[in-house]
């Protein structure tokens, strides 16, 4: 068996992305155009010709050679041909080459032999069917008797003028993620429109007035709500509860499954719950050979 570190600028990516998906779970997250925009100095591990293939996000510090979740991508690890003993190969390369780890695998890598944590995830599989609980019904009657709209956003300069005005500012200033990772996220925007696999729904009144976005990617296996906001904190509408549903029923012929793209938190989970989803678990592996007093630092 043979492993080739190789940096992005020179991975094959035709071989890459049909690498992912022809494997068994074919998440967005691990697309090179997705990677490219959260992770930008990020490198693949590739088994052979491509058969199997695992994605390496760096940390930006000098000093320290470290693996980390880059932001909004989940569940990367490894994908393709992918058996117990391959698994394994993988990590054992990683653990042995990396002092620091903390990365998320999906769902099918798992290995009784490495120490993993699990975190969990809410998802439709369509093929199992899906139903929505009496209260997301209650919302979906409330929005249409106040006369709450759902449409596509297919205009791509309306969509950058949400992501800039509205979307990216909500997660600095309420969510608190850093303006950096803010600027990752408008270049997935522009990435996964120009793959043809961004669709943003907005709902609004009967007086064309924005009340709720939502961004969702899609590559035609994995369909994946990125995020989303309502324009009033404490919005009563029902335009979330809408909105998804809205585009749970939009992409039922086109992926295999819907992923609502966490979950961890109480009150997302009884919401995704509610809109038919199902809890998923995937994992997460955490090493800190660090020295002292790095080791320290980085707990």
Known sequence: MKLKLVPHIDIDSKKWDECILSSKNPVVFAQTYYLNATCE???????????????LTFGNKQYLKYLIQPPFTPQLGVFGKVN??????FLNFIVENFKYINIELNTLNYNKQVALKEKQTFCINYKEGFSFNENTNRNIKKAQKGGVKIEEMDNFKMILKVTNNLLIPWLVQ??????????????????????????VFKA??????????????????????LKGVSI?????????????A?????YKDKALWF???????????????????EPLTYYILKVNNLPWPLSKLKK
């Open 41 to 55: 100095n990020w490198q693949g591990l590739v088994f052979n010709d491509y058969e199997a293939v695992m994605p």
């Open 84 to 89: 117990d003993s391959v698994l394994k190969f």
């Open 174 to 199: 309420e969510i608190g993620i850093p303006k950096l990772h803010g600027l990752y996220f408008r270049e997935l925007i522009k990435n996964s429109f120009s793959k043809g696999q961004l669709t």
């Open 204 to 225: 609004y009144t009967d007086k064309e007035e924005l009340i709720s976005v939502g961004f969702f990617i899609c590559n035609g296996k994995h369909a994946v709500y």
């Open 232 to 244: 009033h904190k404490k919005d009563t509408t029902g335009s979330m509860h809408t909105l998804l």
């Open 246 to 250: 809205h585009a749970i029923e939009f």
């Open 259 to 277: 992923d609502f793209g966490g979950g961890g938190i109480p009150g997302l989970a009884k919401f995704y719950k509610g809109l038919g989803g």
